[in-house]
């Protein structure tokens, strides 16, 4: 969708006259002889004309009459794609209220593969559609080297292989490729840091005297220290001139010590208020959906708690092996890589209270309530309530895969997990007792994240063969949309219960779903702190995460160390976590 476009189709259609009208006033029409019947059409017709001649002659009098609003409020067809008929009540309402000043972007690692599968497809989208304003800059920074019509061709190759990418306007490319320009040099030393600021220079004199700037770290976690730093050690995180951000991305640290000594670290030149850690899973529409929907309906919130809620169950899986990021996976695991950031955060959302405000603080305030409410686990009692795998050889779709330490670049003998599944306790007044189970792993048998809150069931016993429970679960990827599960009379002559569900999909709404990077780097460029976890969030998270990880890679103990692998690949994990969730429940089978 194009702002031209959009204003475009916003004009009220004009009706459409008839083909034969006009020209039959200027045709001659021959005469012919008058009969009773037509002498009885003329005069009902005659009748006609005079009335809206009438009609006609008190719209003249009134010259200022505006349009009928019968045509003003037409309804607009949608095909549910954004930009074919100009309409996305989405980016519309974006466009109205969410402008970002004059700013330059700066991407440390722009050639990796996060900035060409999802950061410039998503600026470029966000840039087409009008959101970004006409002073704005892109500055790559990498460590090779690469000329400005070098970095150019990257860019625009990279958009045009994307299929994040969306529908590109004739002529977009060319002048989003004037745009961009490219930084080379080591990250280390200052060198790289003074060319930068050059070009927020330059960029002060287009934008008129402003040198607002977003620094995006899409690096190896072992870069974000000494970028930080570099940016702080040269001025460039001074706000006198402008304002000054930094996006980091996952992991943030590798466990509780290492994330506190980053934080530090960063807050020697960078205040918290701009600092953005990012987390992809919080920019998808469903994830915020989750708070519209259970603090924006009477119907959801008072069943939201131990009273009702048998226990939430919150799944991430890939059906994806390593795709060649064996270097990054052998130092993370599934544990830093998802469960610490990802599964936490839709964890702290799913049970957190309603915020006093809808405002950034407000909310990451409850969220990290959440966390610091969990139930400690000791280290003797981590094999009941954590199970790890790793994936063996199998088949995805009928297809043969290798197992994970035969991928390229794994050490023989790898330890490393690519499936993990916990159970959370949250020791205050609405949880108590109220098990949360989060999973998450690789080459599972198929790609889906989804929160699930499973309700208890109904306490009659008067139905024959049982009940159900119902099942409320939002589904953040990648069928995005949220269904309700309940019990339901079968047609016929018995009283025969059975499972119907009610489904939303966002297409209801007409629009197609935004990449949830164009929603995050659009809020950091404004300066909405909301969806990026802060400081005391991530500590808490750790706190969690590391008594997991220390009692499996730093004590692992007698008896506690799985065989490896434990698991197929195209299975749901190693049986143990059918243990894990035991008691009566069974995890949802996707």
């Known amino acids: 969708m194009t ?18 009208s006009g020209a039959a006033t200027k045709k001659p029409v021959p005469k012919k002889p008058v009969t009773k019947k037509d002498s009885a059409s003329t005069t009902k017709k005659a009748v006609k004309e005079k009335v809206a001649s009438q009609k006609v002659g008190v719209a003249q009098a009134a010259p200022k009459t505006k349009a009928p609003p019968k045509a003003a409020a037409r309804p607009r067809k949608s095909t549910g794609k954004p930009g074919a008929d100009g309409q996305n009540p989405f980016r519309t309402t974006m466009r109205r209220s969410r402008a970002p000043e004059p700013a330059t972007m700066v991407i ?112 190896p976690p072992s870069l974000f220290e000494p970028i930080s730093n570099g940016l702080g050690r040269l001025g460039l995180s001074d706000q006198s001139e402008g304002w000054r951000r930094l996006v980091i991305e996952k992991p943030f640290g590798r466990d509780l010590e290492s994330a506190r000594e980053l934080n530090a670290a960063i807050h020697d030149t960078w205040d918290e208020s701009q600092v953005y850690r990012i987390d992809h899973y919080l920019g998808k529409e469903t994830v915020q959906n989750l708070m519209a ?32 990021r064996a270097g990054y996976y052998e130092e993370a695991g599934i544990v830093r890589d998802m469960l610490q ?72 003998g790898s330890r490393t997990a690519t499936y993990v599944a916990v159970k959370l306790e949250i020791d205050n007044w609405r949880w108590q007792g109220v098990p949360f189970f989060l999973r998450t792993g690789k080459r599972l048998p198929k790609k889906v994240t989804e929160i699930a809150v499973v309700f208890k ?19 953040i990827q990648p069928d995005e949309g949220v269904s309700l599960k309940f019990s339901s009379k079968s047609p016929g002559q018995e009283m025969v219960l059975r499972e119907v569900v009610m489904d939303f999909r966002y297409d209801a709404f007409g629009a197609q779903l935004e990449s949830p990077y164009s929603r995050l780097l659009l809020d950091a460029l404004i300066g909405d702190a909301t969806l990026f976890p802060r400081e005391d969030e991530v500590d808490h998270a750790w706190q969690i995460v590391s008594g997991i990880l220390e009692a499996w890679d730093v004590r692992p103990g007698k008896g506690q160390t799985p065989d490896f692998p434990n698991y197929a690949a195209g299975t749901w994990g190693p049986e143990e976590a059918e243990t894990l969730i035991g008691e009566g429940r069974r995890w949802r089978r996707l």
């Open 3 to 20: 702002l031209k476009r959009g204003k475009k189709s916003a004009e009220p259609e004009k009706p459409s006259k008839p083909a034969s």
């Open 108 to 219: 440390f690692g722009v050639t990796g593969d996060l900035s060409r599968r999802k950061l410039l497809p998503a600026i470029f989208g966000l840039w087409q559609d009008g959101l970004l304003g006409s002073a704005f800059n892109i500055v790559g920074v990498g460590r090779q080297e690469m000329t400005d019509e070098g970095f150019k061709d990257y860019a625009i190759k990279a958009l045009q292989e994307s299929k994040e990418t969306d529908a590109i306007q004739p002529g977009s490319l060319e002048k989003f490729r004037d745009l961009l320009y490219y930084e080379f040099g080591e990250f280390g030393g200052d060198e790289v840091y003074e060319l930068v600021g050059k070009e927020l220079d330059r960029a002060e004199e287009a934008h008129g005297g402003r040198k607002n700037a977003l620094f995006y770290l899409s690096t």
């Open 293 to 324: 929907i259970r603090f924006g309906n009477a119907i959801f919130e008072p069943l939201w708690n131990r009273g009702y809620v048998d226990h939430v169950q919150i799944t991430a899986s890939e059906d994806l092996g390593l795709e060649g």
């Open 341 to 412: 950031n990802h599964l936490m955060q839709l964890f702290a959302l799913t049970a957190m209270e309603a915020p006093a405000a809808f405002d950034a603080d407000a909310i990451r305030d409850e969220k990290t309530k959440v966390l610091r409410a969990v139930k400690p686990i000791p280290l003797g009692r981590v094999k009941e309530v954590a199970v790890r795998g790793q994936y063996g050889a199998g088949s995805m779709d009928g297809v043969k895969v290798p197992g994970y330490q035969e991928e390229p670049g794994v050490k023989e």
């Open 457 to 475: 069931r109904a306490p009659l016993g008067i139905f024959p063969g049982g009940l159900e429970r119902n099942v409320l679960a939002f589904r």
